[in-house]
């Protein structure tokens, strides 16, 4: 004999069986977000994790893999390991690095030869002393940026990839992988957070952002994108990184005219102009890195240096006084 249910007892049992997925679905993957002030900036983690306990050790792990990365690549730190390799510009020595600076300094070097040293991580006296120059609010004199000038250079930074080595070849020299740093650092925490089995990631490293796979049951991640004024774009994104540089409040003004904190190798000035650029690549750190060199290198030589990085995007605004000029290959 055949059984028969009512359709009320289906129903019940679609709904049991419904309302037993979903809470299946969310006990397996919530939404948790973190944020924290690190390397200057607010780094703000969202991800998809089972629980709360595995969520939480694993964001702290996270936040600690980037102290340790600042510990070891800050400008700013008297005993960091970068400082410590700047104070040995000169000596003739090849010093011995961890892993992570010297793969920061390789990327590094990649970006400054394909960028005809746009992007140059050898720019330390010229930064440090803008950041003098800005805290005191005092232009430097001509021959204070040409002594700076001529301590800097990509190429007289020797990589020795077999031995993990470095040689800065002046005296004086000093490195500084702001412009990079943050992208780096981004793609690190991504590397630990997987590490817990977590797969949707979203980590934002002071607008220096990496994503890995969508949110559960979506497309990917809105993220919205502004050109500096009212234009505003908004484009769900995964497996990729964006970065954006342009005019913050690190700048300095000087018989008002803005100097951008970003400067240009050739002249050892702070950009003149305004800029804002956005760059989407596979990598956080090339994104990072191409953001400041296009910012430096601006539309027309950008255009030309993307046909050495065909996997990135990019969104260039200049402005200079009332003229706004724009490039975009985002869409
Ligand atoms: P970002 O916000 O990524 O464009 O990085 C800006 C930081 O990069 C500055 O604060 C400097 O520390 C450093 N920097 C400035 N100019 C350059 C440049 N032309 N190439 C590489 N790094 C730079
Ligand atoms: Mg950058």
Same mark, same amino acid.
């Given at each position: ?27 397996? &993957? ?5 944020? %924290? ?25 996270? @936040?600690?893999?980037? &102290? ?12 960091? &390991? ?30 400054? &030869? ?24 005092? @232009? ?14 990509? %190429? ?5 990839? %077999? ?18 740093? %943050? ?12 590490? @817990? ?75 003149? @102009? ?58």
């Amino acid at each position: 004999m055949a059984v028969k249910f009512s359709d009320n007892k289906y129903k019940w049992a679609i709904a049991l069986a419904l309302s037993t997925i979903a809470s299946f679905c969310s006990a397996q &993957e919530s939404r948790y977000s973190f944020e %924290k002030g690190m390397m200057g900036s607010p780094f703000k983690l969202v991800f998809y994790a089972k629980n709360d306990s595995i969520a939480n050790v694993a964001a702290q792990a996270a @936040f600690k893999r980037i &102290e340790k990365l600042n510990e070891l690549l800050s400008d700013y730190r008297d005993g960091s &390991e970068i400082n410590l390799l700047s104070a040995q510009s000169g000596s003739g020595k090849w010093v011995q690095v961890s892993d992570e600076l010297f793969n920061i300094l390789a990327i590094s070097q990649d970006i400054s &030869e394909k960028t005809d040293g746009a992007f140059d991580a050898t720019l330390g006296p010229v930064v440090q002393m803008w950041r003098h120059a800005t805290r005191k609010g005092i @232009f430097p004199a001509d021959s204070a940026i040409r002594d700076a000038m001529s301590r800097t250079g990509y %190429k007289k930074l020797k990589l020795d990839a %077999k031995r993990k080595k470095v040689l800065l070849t002046q005296k004086g020299m000093r490195l500084d992988i702001g412009g990079l740093g %943050k992208g780096f650092a981004a793609e690190e925490a991504v590397k630990v957070l997987r590490s @817990f089995g977590i797969k949707s990631i979203m980590m934002d490293a002071g607008g220096k952002i990496v994503l890995t796979n969508p949110p559960p049951g979506t497309k990917g991640w809105n993220i919205t994108i502004s050109n500096g004024s009212d234009s505003l774009k908004t484009m769900p994104l995964s497996h990729v990184a964006l970065a954006t540089s342009g005019p913050t409040y690190r700048y300095m003004e000087y018989n008002g005219i803005r100097y951008s904190h970003i400067v240009d190798p050739k002249t050892g000035i702070g950009l003149l @102009f305004h800029v804002r650029t956005t760059v989407i690549s596979p990598d956080g750190t090339v994104a990072d890195a191409l953001a400041t060199a296009f910012s430096v290198a601006g539309i027309e030589k950008s255009k030309q240096m993307i046909k050495q990085f065909p996997e990135s995007r990019v969104w260039l605004v200049e402005k200079q006084e009332e003229q706004v000029a724009e490039w975009n290959t985002l869409e």
